[in-house]
């Protein structure tokens, strides 16, 4: 019988393990020390979030200031060649960005103008949790790619209206952010970080389209995730919303995994098509609906969601999971090791 690490490498790496990997992504609401969250790690194929790899695009020597004024925090960063301001505004319930620090095309000469000074990753919350989970599953550490910059710089219209009033504009800051990137990766692969949850494409693919996703998504992680496979890491990527229409330029950015291939209504994911056409390329990880709807359902009905995903997807290259990106509670924590019986049930014929 394969251990949990074995078998959601096993499936990475497109092969068929012992049975499907029962794949819940970090704790959600769940204490990791509680007896249902330490349940959790033995029973199902757990994995991992050890927060993020430490790339920062502006580097650590960029001068900023915030202060308060009211329930706005504001924040002006210092550049060269002018001052950009962000505004965050909170309430008792909630917090949002009102104020982005990019505005026009402009702007990007302001940021790529700040001297770049890089930080160095740390390793010690990975290695902390790769001690922790051994065998019992995989441990990720999180990084964000190239286009997460103009989409944390710009506000969601301004980000939009930048790839269509200018492009050039656009690929230029990627492409330092990819500089930046694929030297952060080294740095974090000689600090023996050697797996990986990198995202972003999600930007383009919800607000782009597929010539934005092709150039500033596929053609730039690709870089990315050659360097992270020459050095022997793992890469799990991570791609929100529909994606029937990027399937093949999803593929191209090279992971070994991809979650979330989301059902209706959160996505289009026809599940049996999407891997008739990539399926021996990656991994999927899904298609369960998201985490927080785990919480509500029977667990009779996650059970046989499981059943149905797992004839549609498996037994080989699939990991039977949710978004990834969700979070959740004691009963969805319990409705994920249910569906470990339900994966070996189908293992067993």
């Keep these: 019988m394969m251990t949990s690490r074995e078998r959601i490498l096993c499936a990475f790496y497109k092969g068929t393990p012992d049975r499907v990997p029962v794949s819940p992504y970090g704790f959600g609401h769940v204490d990791p020390d509680s007896e249902v969250g330490l349940e959790l790690v033995r029973t199902t194929d757990f994995i991992a979030d050890a927060g993020y790899a430490g790339f920062r695009f502006l580097g650590v020597a960029v001068q900023a200031e915030s202060r308060q004024e009211g329930d706005a925090t504001i924040t002006e960063i210092h550049t060269p060649?002018?001052?950009?301001?962000?505004?965050?505004?909170?309430?008792?319930?909630?917090?949002?960005?009102?104020?982005?620090?990019?505005?026009?095309?402009?702007?990007?000469?302001k940021l790529l103008s700040v001297p770049y000074t890089p930080d160095q990753p740390n390793p010690t919350a990975f290695n902390q949790w790769k001690d922790r989970i051994g065998d019992e599953g995989i441990v990720l550490c999180g990084l964000g790619d190239a286009i997460c910059v103009p989409a944390e710089f710009f506000s969601p219209a301004d980000f939009s209206l930048l790839w269509a009033d200018a492009?050039?504009?656009?690929?230029?800051?990627?492409?330092?952010?990819?500089?930046?990137?694929?030297?952060?990766?080294?740095?974090?692969?000689?600090?023996?970080?050697?797996?990986?949850?990198?995202?972003?494409?999600?930007?383009?693919?919800?607000?782009?389209?597929?010539?934005?996703?092709r150039t500033l998504v596929s053609d730039l992680d690709r870089q990315v995730t050659d360097i992270m496979h020459e050095r022997g890491a793992v890469v799990y990527y991570h791609n929100h919303g529909p994606t029937m229409r990027y399937l093949e330029l999803i593929a191209d950015v090279g992971m070994d995994a991809c979650d979330c291939f989301e059902a209706p209504p959160w996505g289009d994911c026809d599940l049996v098509e999407a891997k008739r056409r990539i399926g021996d390329r990656v991994c999927f990880v899904g298609n369960l609906d998201d985490m927080e709807n785990l919480e509500k359902m029977d667990v009779e009905v996650i059970k046989q969601m499981g059943r149905e995903r797992i004839r549609q997807a498996g037994p080989g290259g699939f990991v039977l999971g949710g978004t990834a990106s969700g979070t959740y509670g004691e009963k969805a924590a319990r409705n994920f090791m249910a569906l470990v019986d339900v994966s070996r049930e189908m293992a067993a014929g």
Excluded: H, W
């Design 167 to 213: 492009p050039e504009a656009m690929l230029e800051l990627c492409k330092v952010a990819n500089e930046r990137l694929c030297e952060a990766v080294e740095k974090a692969l000689d600090a023996g970080i050697d797996a990986f949850r990198f995202l972003g494409g999600e930007y383009a693919s919800t607000q782009l389209g597929p010539t934005a996703y």
């Design 81 to 109: 060649k002018g001052a950009m301001r962000s505004v965050v505004r909170r309430t008792a319930i909630t917090s949002a960005q009102v104020e982005f620090p990019c505005k026009t095309a402009d702007d990007i000469e």
